[in-house]
Protein backbone atom coordinates (compact mmCIF):
# COMPACT_ATOMS: atom_id res chain seq x y z
CA UNK A 1 0.00 0.00 0.00
CA UNK A 2 1.53 3.42 1.30
CA UNK A 3 5.47 3.05 0.95
CA UNK A 4 5.82 4.60 4.42
CA UNK A 5 9.32 4.81 6.14
CA UNK A 6 7.16 4.49 9.55
CA UNK A 7 4.77 1.88 8.58
CA UNK A 8 3.31 2.09 12.36
CA UNK A 9 1.83 5.47 11.74
CA UNK A 10 -1.21 4.55 9.75
CA UNK A 11 -3.28 3.07 12.27
CA UNK A 12 -7.15 1.55 11.79
CA UNK A 13 -7.49 2.16 15.62
CA UNK A 14 -8.98 5.01 17.43
CA UNK A 15 -6.72 6.52 19.94
CA UNK A 16 -8.76 6.50 23.71
CA UNK A 17 -6.66 7.74 27.39
CA UNK A 18 -3.94 6.29 26.23
CA UNK A 19 -4.90 3.26 24.53
CA UNK A 20 -5.40 2.31 20.96
CA UNK A 21 -9.02 0.21 20.60
CA UNK A 22 -11.82 -0.49 18.37
CA UNK A 23 -15.45 0.65 18.47
CA UNK A 24 -17.55 -1.17 21.32
CA UNK A 25 -19.87 -2.55 17.95
CA UNK A 26 -16.71 -3.28 16.08
CA UNK A 27 -18.39 -1.90 13.18
CA UNK A 28 -15.74 0.26 11.09
CA UNK A 29 -15.77 3.06 8.69
CA UNK A 30 -14.24 2.78 5.30
CA UNK A 31 -11.65 5.30 3.68
CA UNK A 32 -11.05 5.81 0.20
CA UNK A 33 -8.31 7.68 -1.90
CA UNK A 34 -10.12 10.41 -3.64
CA UNK A 35 -7.41 9.84 -6.61
CA UNK A 36 -8.25 6.38 -7.33
CA UNK A 37 -11.10 5.29 -5.46
CA UNK A 38 -9.23 2.62 -3.93
CA UNK A 39 -9.87 1.75 -0.52
CA UNK A 40 -6.90 2.31 1.75
CA UNK A 41 -8.37 1.04 5.05
CA UNK A 42 -11.11 1.55 7.99
CA UNK A 43 -10.99 2.97 11.16
CA UNK A 44 -13.57 2.46 14.21
CA UNK A 45 -17.15 3.49 13.96
CA UNK A 46 -17.43 4.58 17.79
CA UNK A 47 -20.45 6.90 19.23
CA UNK A 48 -21.33 8.34 22.41
CA UNK A 49 -20.47 6.16 24.94
CA UNK A 50 -16.69 5.95 23.03
CA UNK A 51 -17.14 9.21 23.44
CA UNK A 52 -18.17 9.63 27.31
CA UNK A 53 -15.17 7.24 28.28
CA UNK A 54 -12.53 9.75 26.51
CA UNK A 55 -14.21 12.35 28.05
CA UNK A 56 -13.71 10.89 31.22
CA UNK A 57 -10.70 10.41 30.70
CA UNK A 58 -9.40 13.77 30.07
CA UNK A 59 -10.85 14.98 33.03
CA UNK A 60 -9.13 12.77 34.90
CA UNK A 61 -5.88 13.43 33.03
CA UNK A 62 -6.23 17.02 33.50
CA UNK A 63 -4.66 17.80 37.11
CA UNK A 64 -1.41 15.94 36.31
CA UNK A 65 -1.43 18.30 33.52
CA UNK A 66 -2.50 21.43 34.30
CA UNK A 67 -0.01 20.91 37.56
CA UNK A 68 3.04 20.62 35.39
CA UNK A 69 4.91 24.06 34.55
CA UNK A 70 4.58 25.74 31.36
CA UNK A 71 7.72 24.93 30.86
CA UNK A 72 7.16 21.38 31.27
CA UNK A 73 4.14 21.19 28.54
CA UNK A 74 6.47 22.91 26.37
CA UNK A 75 8.94 20.31 26.18
CA UNK A 76 6.67 17.03 25.08
CA UNK A 77 4.94 20.03 22.68
CA UNK A 78 8.38 20.50 21.06
CA UNK A 79 8.42 16.90 21.03
CA UNK A 80 5.57 16.26 18.95
CA UNK A 81 6.94 18.94 16.95
CA UNK A 82 9.84 17.49 16.49
CA UNK A 83 8.55 14.04 15.54
CA UNK A 84 6.39 15.89 12.92
CA UNK A 85 9.23 17.31 11.33
CA UNK A 86 11.36 14.18 11.31
CA UNK A 87 8.29 12.06 9.96
CA UNK A 88 7.07 14.71 7.43
CA UNK A 89 7.39 12.83 4.55
CA UNK A 90 5.19 9.98 5.63
CA UNK A 91 2.81 11.98 6.83
CA UNK A 92 2.32 13.68 3.24
CA UNK A 93 1.85 10.95 1.90
CA UNK A 94 -1.02 9.80 4.12
CA UNK A 95 -2.96 13.14 3.71
CA UNK A 96 -2.52 12.46 -0.07
CA UNK A 97 -3.60 9.41 -0.07
CA UNK A 98 -6.98 10.33 2.01
CA UNK A 99 -7.29 13.82 0.71
CA UNK A 100 -5.94 14.46 -2.22
CA UNK A 101 -4.18 17.38 -2.80
CA UNK A 102 -0.56 17.86 -4.26
CA UNK A 103 1.94 15.78 -2.48
CA UNK A 104 3.76 19.40 -2.02
CA UNK A 105 0.51 21.28 -0.69
CA UNK A 106 0.57 18.10 1.73
CA UNK A 107 3.86 18.47 2.63
CA UNK A 108 3.80 22.59 3.12
CA UNK A 109 0.77 21.51 5.39
CA UNK A 110 2.76 19.06 7.92
CA UNK A 111 5.20 22.48 8.26
CA UNK A 112 2.21 24.60 8.82
CA UNK A 113 0.23 21.84 11.17
CA UNK A 114 3.75 21.44 13.42
CA UNK A 115 4.54 24.91 13.27
CA UNK A 116 0.96 25.42 15.98
CA UNK A 117 2.99 22.92 18.14
CA UNK A 118 6.12 24.40 18.12
CA UNK A 119 4.28 28.09 18.47
CA UNK A 120 2.34 27.52 21.41
CA UNK A 121 5.01 25.63 23.07
CA UNK A 122 6.70 28.62 23.76
CA UNK A 123 3.31 31.20 24.03
CA UNK A 124 2.06 28.92 26.38
CA UNK A 125 5.11 30.17 28.88
CA UNK A 126 3.64 33.68 28.53
CA UNK A 127 0.00 33.31 29.75
CA UNK A 128 0.64 36.14 32.06
CA UNK A 129 -1.73 37.56 34.45
CA UNK A 130 -2.55 41.25 35.83
CA UNK A 131 -1.86 43.20 39.24
CA UNK A 132 -4.46 45.78 38.70
CA UNK A 133 -4.43 48.69 41.24
CA UNK A 134 -6.36 48.21 44.28
CA UNK A 135 -10.18 50.01 44.76
CA UNK A 136 -9.47 49.60 48.36
CA UNK A 137 -6.62 50.20 50.84
CA UNK A 138 -6.88 47.07 52.24
CA UNK A 139 -7.48 45.19 49.08
CA UNK A 140 -5.28 43.67 46.21
CA UNK A 141 -6.54 42.77 42.87
CA UNK A 142 -4.77 39.59 41.08
CA UNK A 143 -6.02 38.10 37.72
CA UNK A 144 -4.42 35.00 36.67
CA UNK A 145 -5.29 32.84 33.71
CA UNK A 146 -6.18 29.08 33.77
CA UNK A 147 -6.64 26.31 31.18
CA UNK A 148 -10.61 26.23 30.83
CA UNK A 149 -10.81 22.45 31.30
CA UNK A 150 -11.63 19.36 29.14
CA UNK A 151 -12.03 20.52 25.38
CA UNK A 152 -13.65 18.72 22.36
CA UNK A 153 -12.77 19.86 18.94
CA UNK A 154 -14.51 18.75 15.46
CA UNK A 155 -12.21 18.94 12.30
CA UNK A 156 -12.75 18.94 8.56
CA UNK A 157 -11.43 16.77 5.80
CA UNK A 158 -9.71 19.89 4.22
CA UNK A 159 -6.69 20.19 6.62
CA UNK A 160 -6.50 16.99 7.71
CA UNK A 161 -3.55 17.65 10.11
CA UNK A 162 -3.18 21.60 10.56
CA UNK A 163 -6.52 22.12 11.75
CA UNK A 164 -6.15 19.42 15.11
CA UNK A 165 -2.76 20.96 15.62
CA UNK A 166 -3.73 24.55 15.54
CA UNK A 167 -6.21 23.44 18.49
CA UNK A 168 -4.13 20.95 20.13
CA UNK A 169 -1.21 23.15 20.48
CA UNK A 170 -3.22 25.89 21.90
CA UNK A 171 -4.89 23.65 24.45
CA UNK A 172 -2.51 21.71 25.44
CA UNK A 173 -0.30 24.46 26.04
CA UNK A 174 -3.26 26.44 28.32
CA UNK A 175 -3.02 23.50 30.12
CA UNK A 176 -6.38 21.66 28.94
CA UNK A 177 -7.01 18.11 27.92
CA UNK A 178 -8.20 17.67 24.14
CA UNK A 179 -10.51 14.88 22.57
CA UNK A 180 -10.78 15.64 18.89
CA UNK A 181 -13.14 13.47 16.26
CA UNK A 182 -11.76 14.14 12.86
CA UNK A 183 -13.55 13.87 9.53
CA UNK A 184 -14.73 10.94 8.10
CA UNK A 185 -12.66 11.17 5.25
CA UNK A 186 -9.72 11.81 6.61
CA UNK A 187 -8.70 10.15 9.83
CA UNK A 188 -5.71 8.71 9.02
CA UNK A 189 -3.83 11.88 9.55
CA UNK A 190 -5.49 12.56 12.79
CA UNK A 191 -4.71 8.84 13.62
CA UNK A 192 -0.64 9.61 13.06
CA UNK A 193 -0.79 12.67 14.79
CA UNK A 194 -1.78 10.38 17.70
CA UNK A 195 0.98 8.16 17.40
CA UNK A 196 3.30 11.18 17.41
CA UNK A 197 1.65 12.65 20.49
CA UNK A 198 2.06 9.21 22.30
CA UNK A 199 5.54 8.88 21.07
CA UNK A 200 6.20 12.79 22.26
CA UNK A 201 5.28 11.54 25.82
CA UNK A 202 1.94 13.49 25.91
CA UNK A 203 0.17 11.74 28.82
CA UNK A 204 -2.78 9.55 28.60
CA UNK A 205 -6.17 11.57 28.36
CA UNK A 206 -4.19 14.69 27.23
CA UNK A 207 -5.10 13.93 23.86
CA UNK A 208 -7.24 11.28 22.19
CA UNK A 209 -8.70 10.87 18.69
CA UNK A 210 -11.99 9.11 18.00
CA UNK A 211 -13.66 8.14 14.78
CA UNK A 212 -17.17 6.83 13.65
CA UNK A 213 -20.58 8.93 13.97
CA UNK A 214 -20.29 12.93 14.05
CA UNK A 215 -23.91 13.02 15.21
CA UNK A 216 -23.58 10.64 17.97
CA UNK A 217 -19.91 11.74 19.05
CA UNK A 218 -21.12 15.61 18.36
CA UNK A 219 -23.81 14.97 20.39
CA UNK A 220 -21.81 13.50 23.42
CA UNK A 221 -19.40 16.00 23.00
CA UNK A 222 -21.96 19.14 23.10
CA UNK A 223 -24.13 17.81 25.66
CA UNK A 224 -21.23 16.63 28.25
CA UNK A 225 -21.10 18.57 31.67
CA UNK A 226 -17.17 17.60 32.27
CA UNK A 227 -16.62 19.40 28.05
CA UNK A 228 -15.97 23.08 28.99
CA UNK A 229 -14.76 24.40 25.61
CA UNK A 230 -15.81 22.94 22.35
CA UNK A 231 -13.72 24.18 18.73
CA UNK A 232 -14.96 23.55 15.42
CA UNK A 233 -13.64 23.86 12.33
CA UNK A 234 -16.40 22.98 9.26
CA UNK A 235 -20.05 24.23 7.82
CA UNK A 236 -21.61 27.59 8.97
CA UNK A 237 -24.81 24.45 9.31
CA UNK A 238 -23.19 22.46 11.43
CA UNK A 239 -21.47 25.12 13.19
CA UNK A 240 -24.95 26.72 13.86
CA UNK A 241 -26.10 23.11 15.04
CA UNK A 242 -23.52 22.65 17.38
CA UNK A 243 -23.98 26.30 18.94
CA UNK A 244 -27.21 25.39 19.86
CA UNK A 245 -26.34 21.86 21.37
CA UNK A 246 -24.02 23.83 23.39
CA UNK A 247 -26.48 25.91 24.51
CA UNK A 248 -28.04 24.16 27.65
CA UNK A 249 -24.65 23.69 29.51
CA UNK A 250 -23.24 27.26 28.35
CA UNK A 251 -20.10 25.89 26.49
CA UNK A 252 -17.54 28.35 25.41
CA UNK A 253 -17.23 27.99 21.58
CA UNK A 254 -14.92 28.67 18.63
CA UNK A 255 -16.03 28.51 15.35
CA UNK A 256 -14.16 28.24 12.20
CA UNK A 257 -16.88 28.60 9.46
CA UNK A 258 -17.68 28.91 6.40
CA UNK A 259 -16.17 31.71 3.92
CA UNK A 260 -17.44 33.53 0.53
CA UNK A 261 -13.90 35.52 0.19
CA UNK A 262 -13.36 38.36 -2.11
CA UNK A 263 -10.23 39.13 -3.88
CA UNK A 264 -10.66 42.73 -5.35
CA UNK A 265 -8.35 43.58 -8.47
CA UNK A 266 -8.03 47.34 -8.18
CA UNK A 267 -7.28 49.10 -11.53
CA UNK A 268 -3.67 50.60 -10.19
CA UNK A 269 -2.65 46.97 -9.14
CA UNK A 270 0.17 45.19 -10.26
CA UNK A 271 -1.82 42.44 -12.68
CA UNK A 272 0.57 39.80 -12.77
CA UNK A 273 1.41 40.18 -8.94
CA UNK A 274 -2.24 39.70 -8.37
CA UNK A 275 -2.43 36.97 -11.27
CA UNK A 276 -0.23 34.93 -9.04
CA UNK A 277 -2.55 35.90 -5.88
CA UNK A 278 -5.07 34.37 -7.48
CA UNK A 279 -3.87 31.01 -8.75
CA UNK A 280 -2.88 30.90 -5.20
CA UNK A 281 -5.78 31.74 -3.29
CA UNK A 282 -8.69 30.17 -5.95
CA UNK A 283 -6.71 26.73 -6.81
CA UNK A 284 -4.81 25.91 -3.91
CA UNK A 285 -6.43 22.58 -2.67
CA UNK A 286 -8.53 22.34 -5.73
CA UNK A 287 -10.20 25.61 -4.43
CA UNK A 288 -11.47 23.15 -0.94
CA UNK A 289 -10.55 25.85 1.78
CA UNK A 290 -12.40 28.18 4.05
CA UNK A 291 -10.00 31.25 2.72
CA UNK A 292 -10.22 30.21 -0.54
CA UNK A 293 -11.19 32.98 -3.25
CA UNK A 294 -14.75 32.74 -4.17
CA UNK A 295 -15.26 35.56 -5.93
CA UNK A 296 -13.03 37.73 -8.22
CA UNK A 297 -14.23 41.61 -8.42
CA UNK A 298 -11.86 43.39 -11.25
CA UNK A 299 -12.62 46.78 -12.58
CA UNK A 300 -13.87 47.92 -15.67
CA UNK A 301 -9.86 49.26 -16.97
CA UNK A 302 -8.08 46.22 -15.72
CA UNK A 303 -11.23 43.11 -16.66
CA UNK A 304 -10.15 42.04 -20.05
CA UNK A 305 -6.36 41.96 -18.99
CA UNK A 306 -6.64 40.42 -15.68
CA UNK A 307 -8.76 37.49 -17.38
CA UNK A 308 -6.41 37.07 -20.25
CA UNK A 309 -3.68 36.68 -17.81
CA UNK A 310 -5.37 34.69 -15.51
CA UNK A 311 -6.82 32.18 -18.30
CA UNK A 312 -3.02 31.52 -19.44
CA UNK A 313 -1.83 31.28 -15.55
CA UNK A 314 -4.24 28.59 -14.98
CA UNK A 315 -3.69 26.70 -18.63
CA UNK A 316 -0.24 25.94 -16.68
CA UNK A 317 -2.06 24.40 -13.82
CA UNK A 318 -1.53 20.17 -14.24
CA UNK A 319 -4.16 18.18 -12.88
CA UNK A 320 -3.38 14.38 -11.50
CA UNK A 321 -3.05 11.89 -9.02
CA UNK A 322 -0.93 14.14 -5.90
CA UNK A 323 1.38 11.67 -5.87
CA UNK A 324 2.90 12.20 -9.25
CA UNK A 325 5.45 15.31 -10.06
CA UNK A 326 4.19 18.54 -11.39
CA UNK A 327 0.63 17.69 -10.18
CA UNK A 328 -0.69 21.21 -9.01
CA UNK A 329 -4.32 20.25 -9.11
CA UNK A 330 -5.85 17.05 -7.25
CA UNK A 331 -9.02 15.73 -7.58
CA UNK A 332 -12.19 17.06 -5.33
CA UNK A 333 -12.99 15.35 -2.07
CA UNK A 334 -16.57 13.47 -3.58
CA UNK A 335 -19.15 13.48 -6.16
CA UNK A 336 -21.30 15.75 -3.80
CA UNK A 337 -18.46 18.04 -4.15
CA UNK A 338 -18.44 18.25 -7.93
CA UNK A 339 -22.03 18.02 -8.36
CA UNK A 340 -21.57 21.39 -6.62
CA UNK A 341 -19.45 23.14 -8.54
CA UNK A 342 -21.17 21.57 -11.62
CA UNK A 343 -24.44 23.41 -10.32
CA UNK A 344 -23.06 26.75 -9.84
CA UNK A 345 -21.49 26.87 -13.51
CA UNK A 346 -24.66 25.55 -14.84
CA UNK A 347 -26.42 28.35 -12.92
CA UNK A 348 -24.40 31.16 -14.22
CA UNK A 349 -23.98 30.24 -17.80
CA UNK A 350 -28.02 30.00 -17.41
CA UNK A 351 -27.68 33.61 -16.21
CA UNK A 352 -25.05 34.91 -19.05
CA UNK A 353 -21.87 33.37 -18.26
CA UNK A 354 -18.94 32.89 -20.34
CA UNK A 355 -16.85 30.33 -19.69
CA UNK A 356 -13.03 31.06 -20.33
CA UNK A 357 -11.47 27.67 -19.28
CA UNK A 358 -12.26 24.53 -18.42
CA UNK A 359 -15.84 24.05 -16.90
CA UNK A 360 -16.23 20.60 -16.99
CA UNK A 361 -15.48 17.24 -15.08
CA UNK A 362 -11.71 16.07 -16.21
CA UNK A 363 -10.96 13.19 -18.25
CA UNK A 364 -9.19 11.67 -15.95
CA UNK A 365 -12.65 10.51 -14.19
CA UNK A 366 -13.15 9.86 -10.81
CA UNK A 367 -13.80 13.73 -8.59
CA UNK A 368 -11.20 15.31 -10.80
CA UNK A 369 -12.57 18.76 -12.13
CA UNK A 370 -10.91 21.37 -14.83
CA UNK A 371 -9.77 24.64 -13.75
CA UNK A 372 -12.23 27.15 -14.56
CA UNK A 373 -12.83 30.94 -15.24
CA UNK A 374 -15.31 32.28 -15.70
CA UNK A 375 -16.16 35.99 -16.81
CA UNK A 376 -19.61 38.05 -16.67
CA UNK A 377 -20.74 36.60 -13.08
CA UNK A 378 -23.60 38.34 -11.79
CA UNK A 379 -24.37 39.03 -8.04
CA UNK A 380 -28.41 36.89 -8.53
CA UNK A 381 -25.54 33.85 -9.28
CA UNK A 382 -25.56 31.32 -6.93
CA UNK A 383 -21.53 31.63 -7.29
CA UNK A 384 -21.82 34.70 -5.63
CA UNK A 385 -23.69 34.07 -2.20
CA UNK A 386 -23.07 30.34 -1.90
CA UNK A 387 -19.13 29.10 -0.77
CA UNK A 388 -18.46 26.74 -4.11
CA UNK A 389 -15.75 24.93 -2.47
CA UNK A 390 -13.97 24.68 -6.03
CA UNK A 391 -11.71 25.02 -8.99
CA UNK A 392 -13.93 27.74 -10.13
CA UNK A 393 -13.02 31.85 -10.47
CA UNK A 394 -15.91 33.85 -11.42
CA UNK A 395 -14.94 37.45 -12.17
CA UNK A 396 -17.12 40.13 -11.33
CA UNK A 397 -16.96 43.17 -13.27
CA UNK A 398 -17.38 47.06 -11.02
CA UNK A 399 -16.14 50.50 -11.32
CA UNK A 400 -15.75 52.55 -8.71
CA UNK A 401 -13.97 51.80 -4.73
CA UNK A 402 -17.78 52.32 -3.08
CA UNK A 403 -19.48 49.84 -5.42
CA UNK A 404 -16.93 46.91 -4.93
CA UNK A 405 -16.87 47.16 -1.04
CA UNK A 406 -20.64 46.92 -1.25
CA UNK A 407 -20.92 44.17 -3.13
CA UNK A 408 -17.32 42.29 -1.14
CA UNK A 409 -19.65 42.91 1.68
CA UNK A 410 -22.64 41.76 0.53
CA UNK A 411 -22.48 38.11 2.37
CA UNK A 412 -23.51 36.78 5.91
CA UNK A 413 -19.62 35.41 5.66
CA UNK A 414 -16.86 37.23 6.88
CA UNK A 415 -13.49 35.14 6.71
CA UNK A 416 -10.99 36.02 4.27
CA UNK A 417 -11.01 38.84 1.69
CA UNK A 418 -7.95 40.09 -0.61
CA UNK A 419 -7.12 42.97 -2.63
CA UNK A 420 -4.27 44.13 -4.73
CA UNK A 421 -3.80 47.99 -5.41
CA UNK A 422 -0.19 50.16 -4.81
CA UNK A 423 -2.22 53.34 -3.93
CA UNK A 424 -1.60 53.64 0.10
CA UNK A 425 -4.46 55.81 0.83
CA UNK A 426 -6.95 53.29 -1.23
CA UNK A 427 -5.39 50.45 1.03
CA UNK A 428 -6.11 51.75 3.79
CA UNK A 429 -9.64 53.11 3.39
CA UNK A 430 -10.38 49.59 1.62
CA UNK A 431 -8.85 47.19 4.26
CA UNK A 432 -11.15 49.63 6.81
CA UNK A 433 -14.15 49.07 4.82
CA UNK A 434 -14.15 45.15 4.53
CA UNK A 435 -16.03 43.24 6.66
CA UNK A 436 -13.68 40.52 7.50
CA UNK A 437 -11.68 38.62 10.09
CA UNK A 438 -8.99 38.63 7.60
CA UNK A 439 -7.76 40.82 4.44
CA UNK A 440 -4.60 40.23 1.99
CA UNK A 441 -3.00 43.01 0.39
CA UNK A 442 -1.43 42.15 -2.25
CA UNK A 443 -0.97 38.47 -1.14
CA UNK A 444 -3.25 35.69 -1.55
CA UNK A 445 -2.12 33.59 0.94
CA UNK A 446 -2.20 35.01 4.52
CA UNK A 447 -2.07 32.17 6.97
CA UNK A 448 0.61 31.25 9.75
CA UNK A 449 1.28 30.07 13.23
CA UNK A 450 1.71 33.97 14.48
CA UNK A 451 -1.02 35.58 13.16
CA UNK A 452 -4.72 35.59 14.13
CA UNK A 453 -6.64 33.03 12.06
CA UNK A 454 -10.82 33.49 12.38
CA UNK A 455 -13.89 35.41 11.02
CA UNK A 456 -16.64 38.04 11.80
CA UNK A 457 -20.53 37.58 11.12
CA UNK A 458 -21.43 33.91 10.36
CA UNK A 459 -17.53 33.46 9.25
CA UNK A 460 -17.50 32.27 13.15
CA UNK A 461 -16.16 32.93 16.80
CA UNK A 462 -12.45 33.03 18.20
CA UNK A 463 -9.36 33.16 17.01
CA UNK A 464 -6.78 30.46 16.60
CA UNK A 465 -2.77 30.62 16.33
CA UNK A 466 -0.62 33.71 17.62
CA UNK A 467 -1.50 34.91 21.53
CA UNK A 468 -5.41 35.46 20.52
CA UNK A 469 -5.57 31.80 19.87
CA UNK A 470 -4.19 30.55 23.56
CA UNK A 471 -6.52 32.80 25.50
CA UNK A 472 -9.86 31.10 23.73
CA UNK A 473 -8.33 27.97 26.07
CA UNK A 474 -8.16 30.14 29.34
CA UNK A 475 -10.16 31.27 31.59
CA UNK A 476 -9.67 34.74 33.28
CA UNK A 477 -9.94 34.46 37.55
CA UNK A 478 -9.83 37.48 39.73
CA UNK A 479 -8.21 37.27 43.45
CA UNK A 480 -9.67 39.85 45.56
CA UNK A 481 -7.41 40.02 48.52
CA UNK A 482 -8.52 41.02 51.34
CA UNK A 483 -7.70 41.56 54.95
CA UNK A 484 -4.34 43.09 54.56
P1 LIG B 1 -18.01 19.60 5.13
O1 LIG B 1 -19.27 19.92 4.44
O2 LIG B 1 -16.85 20.40 4.69
O3 LIG B 1 -17.69 18.15 5.24
P2 LIG B 1 -18.98 19.59 7.81
O4 LIG B 1 -19.29 20.76 8.64
O5 LIG B 1 -20.10 18.70 7.40
O6 LIG B 1 -18.19 20.18 6.57
O7 LIG B 1 -17.87 18.68 8.49
C1 LIG B 1 -16.89 19.16 9.35
C2 LIG B 1 -16.78 18.23 10.53
O8 LIG B 1 -18.03 18.24 11.21
C3 LIG B 1 -16.48 16.78 10.17
O9 LIG B 1 -15.62 16.24 11.17
C4 LIG B 1 -17.85 16.14 10.27
O10 LIG B 1 -17.78 14.78 10.58
C5 LIG B 1 -18.45 16.90 11.42
N1 LIG B 1 -19.92 16.87 11.49
C6 LIG B 1 -20.81 16.83 10.48
N2 LIG B 1 -22.07 16.78 10.95
C7 LIG B 1 -21.98 16.78 12.31
C8 LIG B 1 -22.91 16.73 13.39
N3 LIG B 1 -24.22 16.68 13.17
N4 LIG B 1 -22.42 16.75 14.65
C9 LIG B 1 -21.11 16.81 14.88
N5 LIG B 1 -20.19 16.85 13.92
C10 LIG B 1 -20.59 16.84 12.65
Redesign the pocket.
Known sequence: MLALKKPDLLRQQAYLNGRWCDADSAETIVVTNPATGEMLGAVPRMGAAETRRAIEGAQAAWGAWRAMTAKERAAILRRWFDLMTAHAQDLALIMTAEQGKPLSESRGEIAYGAAFLEWFAEEGKRAYGDVIPTFARDRRIVVTKEPIGVCAA?????FPSSMITRKAGAALAAGCPLVV?????TPFSALALAVLAEEAGVPAGVFSVLTGD??A???E??SNDLVRKVS????T???R??MR?CAPSIKKLSLELGGNAPFIVFDDADLDAAVEGAIASKYRNAGQTCVCTNRFYVQDAVYDAFSRKLVEAVGKLRVGNGVEDGVTQGPL?DEAAVAKVREHIADAVAQGGRILAGGQPHALGHTFFEPTVLADALPTMKLAREET?GPLAPLFRFSDDAEVIRMANDTEYGLAAYFYSRDIGRVWRVAEALEYGMVGINTGLISNEAVPFGGVKQSGLGREGSHYGLDDYLVVKYLCMSGL
Do not use: C, R, Y
Open positions: ITPWNKPAEQAPIGGMTFTGSEVGLLQIF
